[in-house]
């Protein structure tokens, strides 16, 4: 057989089996015919033909799913933060209320605006404050009227004054208890006046102690701005009550007294013991600073350093002169008055 023969016949066996293969996907649901080709050819005993086993590719691509999970996305909320605003404000108000501590510390303030109560009163607050003045500086000594003595209280003649470094006149001197009562808020009032008899200004102060004994006598200083052109200063009659008790039994002694060069400063110290059946408070000594004429240049006071004593019980003090210069203090007189419960 000649070669083209040979190609013929195989490609003619290839066409069958294609067209086999084909029919197997048409009808996939029967088995596909078996075709059996006997090919004789010539010079070749065995002629093997392939036999193309058909191969089912499945077509169906799966398709992804995408599931959607909401994303919550939370917002965070303001939340309003308040800030409270403190607003301090401080009232402060400038008297000159003379006041003992218990603690025995004393503060040295300048006051320019003095508080009074008209109708003194028993409460003390136990805190003192003065103003100790280094140097006093001396003015020129005015004419003073003279001044009638009342019958039963009135003012000594042994009155001084004088001006302080910041301008204020210290009028000072000691009153007189003579009749049979014990005397409550004795009040005196000083009017100060100008050359021709014009009054300037006037000002009162309250003794320190509670009670005045009768036949007694005792302290008092008026402090007031000093007036421009003033010349003389006159006392009224002093006013009081009469419904006064006997003070209590309280006994100072131990007690003495130094100059202070450095300032000019007078300090008195001692110890009071309360021989009385009662507790008594706000124990207070009083002293009066006398020159060697005997003029009263000084009143102070102040309160024991417990404040207040138990029958029997003892306290020192410690008062201070302050104000001027007290070089020309000679000697000192002590009193004691507190509040028996």
């Not at 029967?30 to 080709?37: D, F």
């Not at 136990?126 to 001044?147: A, D, E, I």
């Not at 320190?208 to 005792?218: E, F, G, Q, S």
Request: charged residues 15%; glycine residues 4%.
């Amino acid at each position: 057989m000649r070669r083209h023969d040979v190609v013929l016949v195989i490609l003619v066996a290839v066409v069958a089996l294609l067209f086999i293969w084909g029919s197997s996907f048409v009808r996939a649901e029967e088995p596909p015919e078996t075709l059996t080709a006997s090919i004789y050819l010539p010079r070749i005993e065995k002629l093997a033909v392939p036999t193309a086993t058909p191969t089912t590719t499945p077509s169906h691509t799966p398709t992804p799913t995408i599931t959607s999970t909401p994303t919550s996305s939370a917002t965070p909320s303001s939340t309003p933060t308040t800030t409270a605003t403190f607003t301090s404000t401080s009232t402060r108000t400038i008297t000159s209320t003379i006041t003992a501590s218990p603690t025995g510390t004393r503060t040295a303030t300048n006051t320019l605006t003095r508080t009074r109560t008209a109708t003194p009163t028993h409460s003390r607050t136990p805190t003192r404050t003065r103003t100790p003045t280094v140097t006093w500086t001396p003015t020129r000594t005015p004419t003073r009227t003279p001044t009638s003595a009342p019958s039963g209280v009135y003012v000594l003649p042994n009155h001084t004054y004088y001006v302080d470094s910041i301008n204020y006149l210290h009028i000072l001197g000691e009153v007189w208890n003579n009749t049979s009562n014990y005397l409550r808020f004795v009040k005196i009032t000083a009017n100060v006046f100008r050359q021709d008899g014009q009054l300037l200004a006037t000002d009162f102060t309250y003794i320190h102690l509670d009670n005045l004994a009768p036949a007694d006598k005792t302290c008092f200083e008026i402090l007031l701005s000093q007036p421009a052109g003033w010349a003389s200063y006159r006392f009224e009659s002093p006013s009081f009550w009469t419904d006064g008790e006997p003070a209590p039994n309280l006994f100072i002694y131990n007690h003495s007294g130094s100059y202070d060069s450095r300032f000019g400063w007078y300090t008195i110290i001692g110890l009071v013991r309360n021989n009385d059946s009662r507790r008594v408070e706000y124990v207070s000594p009083v002293g009066t600073a006398y020159d060697v004429a005997g003029k009263v240049i000084g009143c102070e006071f102040c309160y024991v350093s417990s404040t207040h004593l138990d029958p029997g019980q003892e306290s020192s003090f410690e008062m201070l002169f302050t104000g001027r210069n007290y070089s020309d203090l000679a000697s000192y007189r002590l009193q004691v008055d507190g509040d028996p419960r």
